[in-house]
């Protein structure tokens, strides 16, 4: 018997409002992936140090340690074989650019509201995660 969801990447959704998480949960399952999710920055810290997530869904925007803050965190405390691919998600597409983003560490970027297609894409990316030794979709 084939285990399909060992096959699927690790998901931790990085996401402090409630509507916006479940909105992206639902989304998720659509897609066939699950994700667990924490509420800011510190929490996903704090996540990782626990657990190894493949993927980062990134709310930018978010109280005691945004994504940008949370984003440099994790490229310095881990090592680059050891990082998740993190995928920026905002509502505030012209204050936080897609540029921020790479400064900041970010492997790929989705503006509020996004579609089913733009996280699929964005979640396919992974693939081509350094760490996977493959071109950066960005």
Not at 1 to 15: A, H, K, R
Not at 91 to 113: E, F, N, Q
């Amino acid at each position: 018997m084939c285990d399909e969801e060992s096959s699927q990447p690790s998901i931790l959704l990085v996401e402090d409002n409630e509507v916006n998480q479940k909105v992206a949960l639902l989304m998720l399952k659509r897609l066939g992936h699950h994700a667990d999710v924490v509420t800011n920055g510190l929490e996903a810290l704090r996540a990782l140090e626990v657990q190894h997530y493949d993927i980062l869904l990134m709310d930018i925007h978010m109280p005691k340690m945004d994504g940008l803050e949370s984003t440099k965190a994790i490229r310095a405390r881990w090592p680059p074989a050891e990082q998740p691919y993190i995928i920026a998600i905002t509502a505030y597409a012209l204050l936080y650019s897609v540029d921020m983003c790479i400064r900041a560490g970010m492997d790929d970027y989705l503006c509020k509201p996004f579609s089913m297609d733009e996280l699929r894409i964005a979640i396919d990316g992974y693939r081509g995660h350094p760490q996977n030794d493959q071109e950066m979709r960005i």
